[in-house]
């Protein structure tokens, strides 16, 4: 319990200790968790900022009741909107096929990555999607198109390993990359294609701050190193 507490306070401080201008950098983290059964679970922690404005880092955080004040029309569109981003910006590479997942869309706690609350202080949304990899899949990598606005941390990793592959990946690259398991077992009876479960363990926990440490050292540098106009 006290392990927990530390974490979501030293993920609130990194959160929130570098501003860049007058707001902090709108984030994109993907998390490709591959199973055993030859499955990719991809998940996609979306700012809403990103497709809200052409400049993004000109809107504050979007707060919670941004989205509890929509009534089911203008959340759907949303919803719809950050489909349209996702498939605008990501490609999902399975040795050379590109893919773009049917994506399931909620909206989370960007605080403590869980479903949003009355008193949830800034939102995020949460794309999610299991996909079965091609037979002949043996390398993943993800492509950021060329026009986004901030680079992606992405985060590879295989169900029931706690070790995580973090890397960046700039406008206009591809992630290098990383091999899919190669045993194959039955899936469990259990197991869902889609699910909505927000996961609450630890373990998430740790993931979320190792993409939110890396997210701010990456958007500093991202934003330093861009040509700016002479006045």
């Known amino acids: 319990m006290v392990r927990r507490q530390w974490a979501l306070m030293a993920l609130a401080l990194i959160l929130t200790a570098v501003r860049i201008q007058a707001h902090p950098i709108p984030t994109l983290v993907v998390e490709a968790i591959f199973h055993p059964d030859r499955a990719c679970e991809l998940k996609v922690n979306l700012d809403p900022r ?3 404005h052409e400049v993004p880092s000109t809107l504050p955080p979007v707060p919670g009741s941004w989205w509890r004040d929509q009534d089911e029309t203008e959340r759907a569109k949303n919803l719809d909107r950050a489909r349209q981003y996702l498939a605008g910006t990501l490609q999902f590479v399975f040795n050379s096929s590109s893919s773009q997942p049917p994506w399931e869309v909620q909206a989370i706690d960007s605080m ?3 479903e949003i609350s009355a008193t949830t202080a800034e939102v995020h949304l949460l794309a999610r999607c299991r996909v079965n990899l091609p037979t002949d899949a043996k390398e993943f990598k993800v492509t950021l198109a060329r026009n986004a606005a901030v680079p992606v941390i992405l ?3 295989e169900l029931g390993n706690p070790k995580v592959v973090p890397q960046s990946v700039y406008p206009g690259e ?4 990383f091999s899919v398991p190669v045993t194959t077992s039955s899936p469990p009876e259990s197991a869902s294609v889609t699910s909505t479960a927000l996961p609450n363990a630890t373990g998430s926990l740790w993931r979320l701050m190792l993409a939110s440490v890396l997210v701010v050292g990456l958007a500093a540098v991202f934003w330093w190193s861009r040509p700016r106009s002479k006045a």
């Open 50 to 52: 990103l497709f809200l």
């Open 174 to 177: 591809s992630s290098r990359a």
């Open 112 to 114: 403590l990555n869980t």
């Open 155 to 157: 985060l590879n990793s």
